[in-house]
């Protein structure tokens, strides 16, 4: 008997000894987020708008990790046929739809195939494939990127090319969808990695662009991205960075595009 209290009396001690060093360990060293995507900014002159497309994929849950992470608001353009053909991808979904600051918008069902040309010479086949989508992530949002295509349609504000926007404007007509392009791109390679990884170089060209006036809309920017590039650790950071930079700059807000104004 005295030597199962002592056996317990020694377990004890180990227990308290390693949660007082995780503990420690929790303190010194957790990375901490600054949240400051949420605070108040009475005076800010330029809207970003943070995107990216094609999930979900494997790259998806590393970018839903870094929207939570850094509280930021994030538009994400979905396409249901990757994850038809592979169950897996389900998770990534699910993450997306439960993430507090993630808008998932439509980016159509096949995306196009990659068959762009094809694809836009059937505005109805078009409407039709976004439907789909629409019903098989069920998406509520209303607000759409065209595959392939740098395409507005918000009402009577349109540009892009002239078969793609046929499509959007039916689909803007039929169902009240608004499709949105983009101003910026942080490009990848074919093996995902991010072909810049100047977070301050991007922020700087972002700036630039704001100051000029050469956006789609006048003192409001639309930055694009893809999921898959998140498998790339350099993506992260790098993206990481640059959600910092454009949280501290106090001429700059970051919303979804839901507010994005005319």
């Excluded at 983009?182 to 990848?188: A, G, Q, S, V």
Aim: hydrophobic share 35%.
């Amino acid at each position: 008997m005295k030597i199962n209290k002592k056996i317990l009396i020694v377990a004890a001690l180990i227990f308290l000894i390693v949660d007082c060093a995780l503990l420690s360990y929790k303190i010194l060293f957790k990375k901490e987020y600054p949240h400051r995507v949420h605070k108040p900014k009475i005076d800010y002159k330029y809207s970003v708008f943070l995107t990216s497309d094609d999930g979900p994929l494997v790259g998806s849950k590393y970018l839903d990790q870094i929207v939570r992470d850094y509280e930021v608001p994030f538009t994400i353009f979905l396409v249901g046929k990757p994850m038809s053909s592979d169950k897996k991808l389900m998770t990534n979904l699910l993450r997306y739809k439960s993430n507090p600051y993630a808008l998932l918008a439509n980016h159509s069902f096949t995306h196009a195939n990659f068959h762009y040309k094809k694809f836009y010479s059937d505005p109805k086949g078009v409407e039709k494939d976004f439907i789909k989508n629409e019903k098989y992530l069920k998406l509520t949002s209303k607000i759409g990127r065209l595959p392939g295509r740098n395409v507005y349609s918000i009402g009577d504000v349109t540009k892009g090319e002239p078969n793609a926007l046929k499509a959007a404007k039916l689909l803007s007509k039929d169902r009240d969808y608004k499709f949105y392009g983009w101003d910026y791109e942080l490009r990848h390679s074919s093996d995902a990695k991010i072909t810049e990884s100047s977070a301050i170089k991007h922020y700087n060209r972002i700036k630039e662009l704001l100051k000029s006036g050469k956006t789609f809309r006048k003192n409001e920017i639309i930055i694009l991205m893809h999921d898959q590039m998140f498998t790339s650790l350099e993506s992260q950071e790098t993206l990481g960075e640059l959600i910092l930079l454009l949280q501290d700059d106090e001429e700059i807000k970051l919303k979804t595009l839901k507010e994005y104004k005319l």
